[in-house]
């Protein structure tokens, strides 16, 4: 497979959604946050839940996060949702136990094994990690809104533009 045709392939996808800018940015910025958390299990949930739940556009949500969260980003995003999740915490979790159960959820065990795995990490871990994740998300969700609702807005105007002529 050819990474640069298919990353151009779900490019030109996700450009074309139709729909009012706001609707798709805001769906986008959901995507990216999520896709930037430690939730590699249940991320299309939380998605769908969110993207439910604020009335955005589920479609735009579920390829920004796919985009987002792929194999070359999990170990960054739960490194430094870590790294930031014990600044901000009491609590002090080490890397070592948080890479034993990355690695048994990229093995794909299922997700009833999947879930077990996280709840046997420890609340503590999962606070750290879930609040280390929302902050590291945040700034790239709200960047992900602005830009995305400018891309979408400004291909609708030259799309009106193509039909006056």
């Known amino acids: 497979m050819n990474i640069t045709r298919s990353s151009r392939y779900y490019y030109l996808k996700f450009i074309r959604l139709q729909g009012d800018p706001k609707f798709l940015a805001a769906g986008t910025a959901i995507g990216v946050f999520i896709g930037l958390t430690p939730t590699i299990p249940l991320q299309s949930v939380a998605i769908l839940v969110l993207t439910l739940a604020t009335r955005t556009s589920l479609i735009a949500a579920m390829t920004a996060g796919w985009l987002v969260c792929t194999p070359l ?3 960054p995003i739960y490194y430094f949702s870590l790294v930031i999740g014990n600044a901000v915490t009491p609590y ?6 948080i890479q034993t159960v990355l690695n048994l959820l990229l093995s794909d065990p299922g997700l009833q094994s999947s879930i077990r795995a996280l709840v046997e ?10 609040i280390g994740g929302s902050i590291l998300a945040l700034p790239f969700a709200i960047a992900s809104y602005y830009l995305a609702f400018s891309l979408f807005a400004t291909r609708q105007k030259k799309k009106a533009e193509k039909q006056r002529i």
Do not use: H, Q
């Open 73 to 75: 980003t999990y170990v």
């Open 92 to 97: 002090n979790i080490n890397w070592e136990r």
């Open 121 to 130: 990490l420890g609340s503590e871990a999962i606070l750290v990690m879930l």
